[in-house]
């Protein structure tokens, strides 16, 4: 996939440029420089030849087939030579010029333009507004990036051009290895979702990361990351998560950046490894790209120094990882190696006085520990450390034990020798101690991802049908918010337990029913025109018999009547009083980028003061309900505190999973509360809920003008009522002097 | 102070050595080699001359006086040649040797004998167990690390002497430069207190660091880094944090590590500001030795690359700083010199393609605004990126107008020839944005911590001698847990509220007394053989009339009687309900350590499950105890949700100074637990609590044999009755050949 970018035959550089302050210069110059064996293509009209290419007037013009094309001519003239591109034949584009989405509306405009074209001639893009791409593979650098990594096998994508000009003086100073390396800058077609499906499948890349500001399409980004995530780990840094960085990223790409609270979510759901800072990135994808899996999380540290080695210790908390005991065996071979002020449980301290063979000889016996799955090899560069020759060994031992070993040589003046040997033996090394812990923490996080098992998602019985009926008769009243009997008879048709509730006209009938029903019982006024019942002097709770029944429905219609004159009043509910339990609270919120996020937590106050809740995206599988339940912090409430009995778990896992059915079977369901979900020892039952519903969606097609409000045929922002008139728009070439769009 | 150590006018090396591979060679040789004027004198029986030098059989040879003696012989040969020294006169010794505390108990009994002799001949020790000391100011290399720094005003103290050679190594790389650097290893004599003395007043030192796992002096440690860090920044690395990490530095030192609560909460207190890693030590110390203090939170971002810009951003809310607002007119002078697609606003976004020149224009701009505090400048090496010549505009823009500017100029290849220019102009420069924004935020919590008032330690009227004859009743039974009558005396001592409660030994009484208090009231069985009073049935609350006071009266002893026939019961206290307000603990442990640890927090499940907790080291201050009640999460809930009235957060306030004046007046109370602690609208009250005092200690003097339980005079770990004792004892140097201790 994307072989056109990563192996090209041939490559044309439109806009090259004989002065090399010039970025066409540079392009060409680092396509001819870092060694691009196939032809070499410079388009410039005013040109015969540069850096000792012919050049030619324009892309038609050459005299073989053009596979990629780099483009940097001034933005205005982009269109055109793009239409010459298609004509060509050629199958990938590189838009390095600028002056596009991120300048405003007519540069999204100029965007659509660019991406009608290419769509006209079937060629992707990468850009523009972008640094362009450098392929060690096919030692392709068509950047005007400065350097070239030397091959390796990671493949780095970044939304910020200025980024990757960081990140390769970083990579060529400290050689690590990149297979393909692509600022993609406007996506205005090649998003990360396509980079990822391409990578995911390239036996060049062993490990993907990337700098993302804003994900295009959330729920491919999930399925497409879910899969590739079980075949190489994906590390990303999303930026823009507080709410001063969003300000940023909005101002900055003119994206829309999602809510912190679903992109930390999204990326655990999908197994992405999230990283923190670009230090993090690095050295969480050196560990990756160097060394095996980390099976369990016991991990010993062989240190040469003692405060070190307690900092690493100190770091493996943090890092979800465990200081292995070693087995009895292990702590006797140590004994006879070490000399007896050594410490021979973990972190082994093999003393400052330590030459490279003791070292190794201690490195070699904890790796042959079962109680040990990793190890950290900590150097401080002390009076007689030989720091070139403990590399070396460690280099020699590491790889015979299939566990992952990292180092920590502290220092930089005299340590700084050991680098290359290092590097040479495939044993990532970091300055700090937690640094490495914290590398080994994601090895074995990645790990737990992949033994997690296979998300099953439960498709309950329901009853749709009941449940659209709902929603469509208060969206015929253009009520959005829905009222309590129509929300209960949506949650009702998924199944979810409700109290049995009956809506009364007459104190007569309320009595009859508060008899089927039985007692106590509560009584709620009913009315469109009424959302806040309690303000109105509209609910009464705990009826105990027919007279107090009587007396309530006539009070509550009284003060009704009297507060709000002109309210349609439909009746008075009475519904089966719910004895207390506890009080728990089921949220959804439609994420722009990523659909529905669930919300579970303790409600009334744990909620609204501690904030103790927790989020996934539907839909949720079994497990994910389980853990959700489990990762609050008042989880130990709902197993009873003082003697009190359990909540019934099962129940409450049951609404979770009917809930996320519900959100996902409709999606014009924007909001809902459950609040609370009474959860008692036996059951769960819901007890008071909002729902806020889309409004009906209604489309002009862009081509033949009629409304109508089914799915549209999207073509970019452009919106078709059918296939037929999105071929027939396109054909034309008159789409984008159409007006129209959505309607609200 | 300390001036044998850091400004000695003549040094001795005992054990210097001909043979380059031994500590003793490497002392000499960094002493000859990095230029200390003074004289060096080399001793050593089997040698005539070392490295040029003349050499002495011993000290006592040597033609002038020896300020400065560093000792490297082995362990055993040590008390003889530091006797020596002290015959000779010498002022201070460093004892780079081993084989004392950190081997086990002879060692430690050898420390201390090493003690005694330093005592006799008023030496100040250095060691031992530790790599020696640096000093650039009189540029004296008395340690056997490989590498000197350049001097600066960065003074080091490190209680691991490996991670002393692994910083040295850094330091010389970076060109880091230091004052004072001091490897303190078993500090049998100066500790880390001593060293925050000396640099506190040392013009040399701006900036003072440390690397510690054990703090010998809590209580002296806290008063003086109180006092030094209003006179320059003290930054720390505390490791052992965590559970594991502890366990890792009792194996390595022997020192016991105090809990990370306790660590947190004296750091915070004396204003010590914590570094969670060696880099952070590092990123912190260079921002505070360079640049001027950051007098707001309001932080400026300059930078050629929107990625970056937006990392920088995100990174403020975690450092406690925020993006400052620039003013209309810093907006319309940017719109001036800035092109058309450039960020006018913060963060500013100079682009890629901007030169050194234009960087300036903005960064001066900005740093003019008041609404600025403070600055950082991103760089991202771009196609025409002026590396050099932007640190050299930074460089001169920077000092100009007295806020802190830090650069985070990204990459390493080419990137890093600006690193000598930055330096030169005194900018700190990071890797990182995140790094340079966490930088930026220890300056401004240094600034916070220098503006807070001078904690005021209210003493209320109080009784002591009543808590005082509570206290001891219980201690002459030997109960160290004291009787709910007993806590409540201590309690009520020091005018915390109670509810009113008297004893009553019959129904008549109970009667009685229950007309006087007030009904409804609370019975409880009273007794010191029954501590869990509800489990034989012993508590009833709620009497609201005679008749039920004289029921439960009867009921109680009954039950008493039956299940605990042989107890001594003293009758059964009649106390006044109170009602029900906003339950809160609070809690007291005294650490080995910082002595008294407060806790304050909700009660019940709050303190339970959530652990919804904070803590200070007594005596409190009234902003302590009103930022303790702010910062526990619950806080809203105090000041009442719902329509519900506020508690009395002066009463609150009020009972935790008086908490904190009880357990400082007694530090035999080594455990207090008010819970709950009952909030309400009006005043807060104590309602049931528990504390444990420690049982009286009894000495021995180890001169005389005396047994006495006042407190003892003690030299290191030896006690004595008297100071004529301890004066006979050191005299006699017989003290180490008498038996005894502490007797439990």
């Known amino acids: 996939m994307l072989d056109m970018f990563f192996n090209p035959q041939s490559v044309a550089v439109i806009g090259a440029s004989r002065e090399p302050e010039k970025l066409g210069y540079g392009v060409l110059h680092n396509i001819v420089q870092y060694g691009y064996q196939g032809a070499i293509y410079p388009i410039n009209p005013k040109a015969d030849e540069i850096l000792g290419l012919p050049a030619y007037p324009s892309i038609l013009d050459t005299p ?114 990149f297979s393909r390396f692509v600022s993609f800058g406007n996506k205005a077609d090649v998003s990360e979702v396509d980079l990822l499906q391409a990578w995911g499948e390239d036996d060049h890349t062993k490990v993907i990361i990337a700098y993302l500001e804003a994900i295009t399409d959330g729920e491919l980004f999930l399925k497409t990351a879910r899969r590739v995530t079980h075949q190489k780990p994906i590390i990303a840094i999303k930026s823009g ?77 943090v890092a979800g990882l465990q200081l292995a005991s070693l087995a009895r065996e292990t702590v006797d071979t140590l004994r006879e190696y070490l000399p007896p002020a050594a410490n021979f449980y973990n972190p082994v301290d093999v003393l400052g006085d330590s030459l490279a063979d003791r070292y190794g000889q201690a490195l070699d016996t904890v790796l042959q520990d079962a109680n040990v799955d990793g190890a950290v090899v900590i150097l401080t560069p002390q009076a007689m450390t030989q720091i070139v020759e403990t590399a070396r060994v460690i280099g020699q031992i590491a790889p015979r034990c299939g566990k992952p070993v990292v180092s920590c040589f502290m220092g930089q003046e005299r340590v700084s020798e050991a680098y290359p040997t290092l590097r040479e033996a495939h044993i990532p090394n970091y300055g700090f101690p937690e640094h490495a812990i914290n ?24 009853d749709p049908e009941r449940a659209h009926r709902a929603i469509e008769t208060a969206r015929d009243d253009h009520r959005l918010t829905l009222g309590e009997m129509e929300a209960r008879e949506v949650i009702a048709a998924y199944g979810i337990p409700v109290p049995n509730s009956r809506l009364a006209e007459s104190s007569d009938q309320a009595v009859q029913l508060a008899n089927e029903i039985g007692y106590p019982v509560v009584m709620k006024i009913i009315s469109p025109d009424i959302l806040h019942k309690s303000d109105v002097g509209g609910v009464k709770v705990g009826m105990i018999n027919a007279a107090e029944v009587r007396d309530a429905f006539d009070l509550i219609m009284y003060r009704a009547r009297r507060f709000m004159p002109d309210a349609d009043i439909w009746g008075i509910s009475v519904q089966q009083m719910v ?129 109508f409000d089914v799915d549209p045929i999207r073509r970019g922002k452009l919106i078709y009522c059918s296939a037929a008139c999105a071929f027939e728009a396109t054909r034309l070439e008159a789409c984008d002097n159409l007006a129209g769009g959505i309607r609200p």
Not at 130 to 157: H, K, Q, R, Y
Not at 247 to 268: M, N, P
Not at 439 to 462: C, D, H, M, N, T
């Open 64 to 177: 073989g087939d053009v596979e990629l094309a780099v483009i940097v001519v001034p933005g205005k003239f982009v269109p055109g030579v793009l239409r010459e591109c298609g004509q060509k034949g050629v199958r990938g584009v590189v838009i390095i010029s600028a002056g596009f989405r991120e300048t405003g509306t007519a540069g999204l405009k100029a965007e659509h333009e660019l991406m009608s074209i290419a769509r006209e001639y079937d060629m992707r893009i990468i850009g523009p507004n972008c640094l362009g791409i450098i392929d060690t593979v096919c030692s392709l650098n068509a950047s005007f990036a400065a350097g070239m990594p030397v091959p390796g096998e990671i493949a780095f994508m970044s939304q910020s051009g200025a980024l990757c000009t960081a990140i390769l003086d970083w990579a060529v100073a400290t050689s690590m290895g």
């Open 579 to 707: 004895p207390q339990g506890k009080e728990l609270i089921i949220g959804v919120n439609r994420d722009p980028q990523f659909g529905p996020l669930i919300m579970f937590g303790m409600g009334g106050i744990y909620v609204e003061v501690l904030k103790d809740v927790t989020f996934r995206l539907a839909p949720l599988s079994r497990l994910d309900a389980d853990e959700m339940i489990r990762e609050i912090r008042t989880y130990r409430l709902l197993r009873g505190v003082r003697g009190e009995p359990p909540v019934d778990f099962k129940s409450i896992i049951e609404v979770l999973l009917r809930v996320s059915q519900l959100v996902t079977d409709f999606p014009e369901i924007v909001e809902l509360d459950i609040n609370p979900l009474m959860a008692l020892e036996d059951r769960a039952m819901a007890v008071d809920m909002r729902m806020v519903v889309e409004a009906r969606k209604e489309y002009r097609c862009q081509y033949c003008g009629e409304i």
């Open 241 to 317: 998560t507080t709410s001063a960085g969003s300000k940023a990223v909005s101002s900055h790409t003119g994206s829309l950046a999602g809510s912190e609270q679903a992109y930390e979510t999204a990326f655990r759901q999908c197994g992405v490894i999230r990283a923190n800072s670009v230090q993090e990135l690095f050295d969480l994808s050196v560990a990756f790209v160097n060394q095996p899996p980390l099976q369990g999380n016991r991990v010993v540290i062989v240190t040469n120094a003692g405060g070190p080695g307690i900092m690493a210790t100190d770091a493996l908390e």
């Open 439 to 462: 590398a080994l923490g994601a090895l074995y996080q990645y790990q737990e991802w992949l033994s997690r098992p296979e998300p099953e998602i439960l498709r309950f019985k329901v």
